[in-house]
Antibody, heavy 124, light 107 residues
Framework: QLQLQESGPGLETPSETLSLTCSVSGGSISSTSYYWGWIRQPPGKGLEWIGSVFYSGRTYYNPSLKSRVTISVDTAKNQFSLKLSSVTAADTAEYYC????????????????WGQGTLVTVSS | DIQMTQSPSSLSASIGDRVTITCRASQSISSYLNWYQQKPGKAPKVLIY???SLQSGVPSRFSASGSGTDFTLTISSLQPEDFATYYC?????????FGGGTKVEIK
């Protein structure tokens, strides 16, 4: 059964770069059948897609964050990572990694499963 | 960006009630609509994908329908474990967007 686990610092200083890693177990991150994504949720609020990375290395980012986001894959470690630069208090959120699924036509579909999430607080 | 609007934002219901949640997209998204359930302190879990397909392992009291811009999620007989927040999500175009959520509470 595929499992995802986020890791990284729980506290970031304003203006610094947030770095998180998602470790994938029970399956290969190199599979062409799936893609991988980051989603975040500020405390008490809704879900915001940050970006996704595909087996080819192609990435798509939310335009609202694009200038600050980098998502990359490390196939040797079966991990993918998120970097978000110049963080502010508005970036305080639970950060989730998830596997993205395709439909039979190759279009993106749901995220399943998700990691348990990691809370990142931005504060001096 | 495609805006996803859920209604209601919250509701109170009793065990055994039939509950319906709606999700409206700001433009047509065909059937690229997914529904998630999130319990406090937990990650979202997919219930429905492609507008009406029940994810494996999800109880059959959950059903969904719709296409284009209007979608519904129905719980036929609310159970204690169903009290949670429900989100719709469109995967039709980038950026992926989620509805604001519907919190289902105990009456």
């Amino acid at each position: 059964q595929l499992q995802l686990q986020e890791s990284g610092p729980g506290l970031e200083t304003p203006s610094e770069t947030l770095s998180l890693t998602c470790s994938v177990s029970g399956g290969s991150i190199s599979s062409t059948s799936y893609y991988w994504g980051w989603i975040r949720q500020p405390p008490g609020k809704g879900l915001e897609w940050i970006g996704s990375v595909f087996y080819s290395g192609r990435t798509y980012y939310n335009p609202s964050l694009k200038s600050r986001v980098t998502i990359s894959v490390d196939t040797a470690k079966n991990q993918f990572s998120l970097k978000l630069s110049s963080v502010t208090a508005a970036d305080t959120a639970e950060y989730y990694c998830a596997r993205g699924c395709y439909d039979s036509s190759g279009y993106e579909r749901e995220f399943d499963p998700w990691g348990q999430g990691t809370l990142v607080t931005v504060s001096s | 960006d495609i805006q996803m609007t859920q209604s209601p934002s919250s509701l109170s219901a009793s065990i055994g009630d039939r509950v319906t949640i709606t999700c409206r997209a700001s433009q047509s998204i065909s059937s690229y609509l997914n529904w998630y359930q999130q319990k406090p302190g937990k990650a979202p879990k997919v219930l429905i994908y492609s507008a009406s397909s029940l994810q494996s392992g999800v109880p059959s009291r959950f059903s969904a329908s719709g296409s284009g811009t209007d979608f519904t999620l129905t719980i036929s007989s609310l159970q204690p474990e169903d009290f949670a927040t429900y989100y719709c999500q469109q995967s039709y175009s980038t950026p992926v967007t989620f509805g604001g959520g519907t919190k289902v509470e105990i009456k």
